[in-house]
């Protein structure tokens, strides 16, 4: 269905297309300088040592997690989150521990420290950054010093470029940070991920995996597969970055207008805000509904299509997916089921203006006032 009111629409154009076509002229379209420049610029952004650009977010959680972890060990991860969170522990063998997230969809501090005393034996911890909102990554780490434990953090940043807390970047706070270029993104390359860190070592066990196992001197030392971007993706990917503080700067501009028609029209629906003293992307413009209309959210987001207003759920509570029933639950999961059905994605993209927000909020409105509840 083509929507008049998409939830997000790319902002790529002739700036990407000359660019590639320089790639095309230099003959080199796989991993080559493209990529490295791209590296260097995005571990420049967001103050990181290193950057090591891949496939996908996918592939860069679990190549991060592949360097930390043995078949069979334990991972904590926010039970509300999209599956490829999850996926990657799965697919090494290893076993998530579901664990509830607070009501900013946030990993719940008291419920991490619970699971930390009953799961002594966890091997790492993914924190998720929802949305485009940067969670406070000293607290976890504090969390994990006081219980004596020495675990490593992977930050899945999928939604965060640009996103900071305190004056910190997402994705350069834990150990490891994992970033995702998708058409949904602030900054696309189609497809792509990117891994972010500090540590020497790590990054070059990450490089090597990154491509089928082989070293600098062509030694083939680990078993792995192809996870690497293209110089195409890459030089795409330099020109979205160089729009990207435009980019964060309109869509934090566009937060507001929907915060005020939120807060004056449908007053009891909570948009996810930005902390004090931090910068939100709002990669994803997500709002709470009352619990009493949670039974109602597929026909909400239904009738709005027939307003041409695209909207989705704000992610998956993974316990109530099929696939992840073999995982290990710490707690009840409650807020993380509340979440899944009470969250709505609401469209925001460079391009929308005032008068199109007040359209999607007023027809929220209309829709909502139709219902028994």
Same mark, same amino acid.
């Given at each position: 269905?083509?929507?008049?009111?998409?939830?997000?629409?790319?902002?790529?154009?002739?700036?990407?297309?000359?660019?590639?076509?320089?790639?095309?002229?230099?003959?080199?379209?796989?991993?080559?300088?493209?990529?490295?420049?791209?590296?260097?610029?995005?571990?420049?952004?967001?103050?990181?040592?290193?950057?090591?650009?891949?496939?996908?977010?996918?592939?860069?959680?679990?190549?991060?997690?592949?360097?930390?972890?043995?078949?069979?060990?334990?991972?904590?991860?926010?039970?509300?989150?999209?599956?490829?969170?999850?996926?990657?522990?799965?697919?090494?063998?290893?076993?998530?521990?579901?664990?509830?997230?607070?009501?900013?969809?946030?990993?719940? #501090?008291? %419920?991490?420290? $619970?699971? /930390? &005393?009953? +799961?002594?034996?966890? *091997?790492?911890?993914?924190? =998720?950054?929802?949305?485009?909102?940067?969670?406070?990554?000293?607290?976890?780490?504090?969390?994990?010093?006081?219980?004596?434990?020495?675990?490593?953090?992977?930050?899945?940043?999928?939604?965060?470029?640009?996103?900071?807390?305190?004056?910190?970047?997402?994705?350069?706070?834990?150990?490891?940070?994992?970033?995702?270029?998708?058409?949904?993104?602030?900054?696309?390359?189609?497809?792509?991920?990117?891994?972010?860190?500090?540590?020497?070592? #790590?990054? %070059?066990?990450? $490089?090597? /995996? &990154?491509? +089928?196992?082989?070293? *600098?001197?062509?030694?083939? =030392?680990?078993?792995?597969?192809?996870?690497?971007?293209?110089?195409?993706?890459?030089?795409?990917?330099?020109?979205?970055?160089?729009?990207?503080?435009?980019?964060?700067?309109?869509?934090?501009?566009?937060?507001?207008?929907?915060?005020?028609?939120?807060?004056?029209?449908?007053?009891?629906?909570?948009?996810?805000?930005?902390?004090?003293?931090?910068?939100?992307?709002?990669?994803?413009?997500?709002?709470?509904?009352?619990?009493?209309?949670?039974?109602?959210?597929?026909?909400?987001?239904? &009738?709005?299509?027939?307003?041409?207003?695209?909207?989705?759920?704000?992610?998956?509570?993974?316990?109530?997916?099929?696939?992840?029933?073999?995982?290990?639950?710490?707690?009840?999961?409650?807020?993380?089921?509340?979440?899944?059905?009470?969250?709505?994605?609401?469209?925001?993209?460079?391009?929308?203006?005032?008068?199109?927000?007040?359209?999607?909020?007023?027809?929220?409105?209309?829709?909502?006032?139709?219902?028994?509840?």
């Amino acid at each position: 269905m083509s929507y008049k009111y998409p939830i997000i629409r790319p902002n790529v154009g002739i700036e990407e297309l000359r660019e590639i076509e320089q790639v095309f002229k230099s003959g080199w379209l796989t991993q080559g300088p493209y990529v490295e420049r791209f590296e260097r610029h995005i571990a420049e952004y967001v103050k990181a040592k290193y950057a090591v650009a891949v496939s996908s977010c996918t592939a860069a959680l679990y190549l991060s997690l592949k360097t930390f972890l043995r078949k069979g060990d334990k991972v904590i991860v926010p039970d509300f989150t999209f599956p490829a969170t999850a996926n990657a522990v799965i697919e090494l063998g290893a076993k998530p521990v579901l664990v509830d997230v607070d009501y900013d969809c946030c990993l719940d #501090l008291n %419920e991490l420290e $619970r699971t /930390l &005393r009953s +799961h002594r034996d966890v *091997k790492a911890l993914i924190l =998720v950054h929802p949305f485009g909102h940067a969670v406070n990554v000293k607290l976890y780490k504090q969390t994990i010093l006081d219980l004596n434990l020495d675990i490593p953090i992977i930050e899945d940043a999928a939604t965060a470029l640009g996103s900071i807390y305190n004056g910190e970047f997402a994705g350069n706070m834990g150990n490891v940070g994992c970033f995702s270029f998708h058409p949904r993104k602030l900054v696309t390359t189609g497809e792509g991920g990117m891994v972010v860190l500090n540590d020497d070592e #790590l990054y %070059e066990k990450i $490089r090597i /995996l &990154r491509n +089928h196992g082989r070293d *600098k001197l062509g030694v083939f =030392v680990n078993n792995s597969l192809n996870f690497k971007m293209s110089d195409i993706q890459a030089a795409m990917g330099l020109v979205q970055l160089n729009k990207l503080e435009k980019t964060i700067e309109e869509r934090r501009r566009l937060a507001e207008v929907y915060h005020k028609l939120l807060r004056d029209v449908l007053p009891n629906f909570h948009p996810l805000r930005e902390k004090s003293g931090c910068r939100s992307t709002y990669q994803s413009y997500i709002v709470r509904l009352p619990w009493e209309y949670g039974k109602h959210q597929n026909f909400i987001i239904n &009738r709005l299509k027939a307003y041409g207003i695209e909207t989705q759920i704000g992610t998956y509570a993974l316990h109530m997916e099929p696939a992840f029933k073999d995982c290990i639950v710490s707690s009840s999961l409650s807020m993380s089921e509340r979440l899944r059905k009470i969250t709505l994605t609401l469209p925001l993209y460079e391009g929308l203006e005032e008068g199109d927000i007040e359209y999607i909020v007023h027809s929220l409105e209309t829709i909502c006032k139709s219902l028994e509840v």
